[in-house]
């Protein structure tokens, strides 16, 4: 049988900067001082181009055991062979220090000998701008500095530095300590710092498991998407980015790749809705804050994606790069930025509303309330009628999407609510106008002939997407409509118990190839919505079961074999999770489902 392909990568991360660690030691890809930097490790798309940071032994037989310090972000990879064991802890340093969140842009890699004497080598070979740049680089006497990057990049190390500087072999002895700062350098002592910073960090994370909200069933996946998840976010801004690669292919050879390492406002809902699922409201104020940053004030529109700061302009552009395994082109930047996606509005409103009706957000600055309201409305009236590229982004598909009106529905039910809650009665009868215009091109979408809703106005065929119209209950859920809606979803796009394409049709790069995640927790939440629970768990484990050795899920899965495909771990994916187990543990605390 084909060995399953599957991204053998833990990744780490402080909500200042994400790095993936290979079960190799090396550090295959690191972006600084922002997720959308260039990396300074990214073998991963760069091949030899993409640096190196890695501590293998010398002999080339040997096995890697690679897990979590239990719910933490820290990571521990075990290296054996027979004569010898060791042990590498990587963390991203983040705890609280003077009533503030510590999140440096330092990496700590701690080494310490388990079994034998370890004969190991540390190749550390950073690169800029996107590989193009090799680094110069000048000993100090217990450190490295590597020079030509905007910022410092220093390894402070207890290993002799000879051996660093030249990659050469060395016994290790006792524990040793690898600490890389960009920017501002570590001037402390080394073992004491590093020791104290790892400690806290897992202290850090165990006790913010400790407050999340997690139902009874499937709690180890839960806490692993809500530790993922939150590492998505950049602090900074409070922007929350699909993913920390870019271009890893959604399929083999199809040149689905694609830079992930942005704010998506198709995932705003959903994220949110994840976060408040497991009780983490920080993480919504620092969201709804990187929202209110969104440049609407005088635009015609909203754009699918911004950066981490909120800025506009992402340019698209191949680079000088190998690609993963091959898989070119290796793209820098996201032209869906000049796409049309008209549901980014009711997008942007179901995400705001619970400041106003969730009692818990009661000191969030509101000044702006009734300008910001007025402005989407306006801006769901503006584009009502007109077709646009929809949430997968068609690059050479424009038509009326049942997705986009669902959320010009759901956003102008939202409005609605918003509007009572500041007093806004006239706000509030345009938003109820604008519901009523976008159902009625909801069930121009209807096809009588399939019993369920289509893709979009004027054709038949099916879309994942509209599993949210069972969802957000715009076909309610007790309903045959319902159900006969789900059906023809199943018979279309469904493979397995639980796996879904999003759709089948061709596309501007042919017929999907792969399953996409976010799509399969969505049937997920659909089936159970409908009644059909134990059905829902049992697509549930099948889909928890194609996430890595640690528990990150990729976007895309081959339905064939099982093997992990898209950019990794995929935000969108762990979103899908989260509120799949929350959906399942609201149906299992039913009377019925009670021993």
Known sequence: MQERHTYDLGMIGNCAYLALIGKDTDIKWMCMPRFDSSFIFGSLIGGEKGGEFSIKPTSENYKVTQAYIPNTNVLETIVETDEFAYKITDCAPRFRQFDRYYR??????????????????????????????????ERGSSHIRYFGLPETLRLTTNIPINMVMDSSPFVLTKTRYMVMTYGAPLEAELQETAENFISKTIFYWQNWVKSTSIGQHYQEEVIRSSLALKIHQYEDTGGIIASPTMSLPESPGSTRNWDYRYCWMRDTYYTLTAFNNIGHFEEMENYFLYLTNIPMRGKERVQPLYNLVGEGTIIEKELDLPGYMGNQPVRLGNDAYTHIQNDVYGQILLAILPLYTDKRFANMEKSQSSYLLQTILDKIEFTMDEADAGLWEFRNLKQKHAYTHLFQWAGSHAAMKIAREIGEIELGRKAEKLLKQAAAHLEKCYAPNRKAYAQAEGVDRMDASTLQLIMMNYIPHDSQKAKDHLKALEEDLRVGKGLFYRYKHADDFGEPETTFLICAFWYVEALACVGRTEEAMEAFEELVGYSNHVGLLSEDVKSSDGSMWGNFPQAYSHVGLVNAAYRINNKLDKPDFLP
Do not use: A, F, S
């Open 104 to 137: 440096p842009q330092m990496l700590i890699r701690k080494i310490e000998p388990l079994r034998g004497l370890p004969q190991l080598r540390v190749v550390c070979n950073p690169v800029g701008d996107y590989g193009q740049k090799k680094l110069t680089r």
